[in-house]
């Protein structure tokens, strides 16, 4: 009962013990990590043209666009409620009237923003893709 002690034991040493030593190599390589390699900057886009560069400059634009656009709805809708509140403290209607659609054309505006921001990502994505833009959607 012992041996058969030490036999587990051995086995959970090395899992490969019961395979052919050629095997057992080719299992031992397979599982080693090779170290990953350190990317500069440069070697991230050292196979991009000129014209990849300016894409990703513009999608890169247009991609804060349309983070910096998520809180301005915030803002714009804070600032409609804010009207709504100081019509029912007394302002005049003629006033509320210019504030409600001041705001309202301020969504306007930041709709068309975020439009064209998911159109210039959209535009992005064909052109480094060439099977991106015959895709149904």
């Given at each position: ?12 040493s090395d899992p490969f013990g019961h395979l052919p ?75 509320f009237d210019a504030r409600v659609n001041r705001q ?20 992005e994505k064909a052109a480094s893709e060439p099977d ?6």
């Amino acid at each position: 009962m012992a041996s058969h002690a030490t036999q587990g034991d051995s086995a959970n040493s090395d899992p490969f013990g019961h395979l052919p030593h050629h095997e057992a190599l080719i299992l031992r390589r397979q599982l080693e990590k090779p170290d990953a390699a350190k990317a500069t900057w440069s070697s991230l886009f050292r196979f991009a043209s000129r014209q990849d560069m300016v894409i990703i400059a513009v999608s890169s634009i247009c991609a804060i666009a349309a983070g910096a656009a998520v809180p301005l709805n915030t803002v714009i809708l804070g600032s409609l409620a804010g009207a709504f509140q100081d019509f029912t403290n007394g302002i005049s209607r003629s006033e509320f009237d210019a504030r409600v659609n001041r705001q309202t054309l301020y969504f306007v505006y930041l709709a068309v923003g975020e439009c064209q921001s998911s159109l210039s990502k959209f535009c992005e994505k064909a052109a480094s893709e060439p099977d991106y833009a015959e895709q149904p959607l």
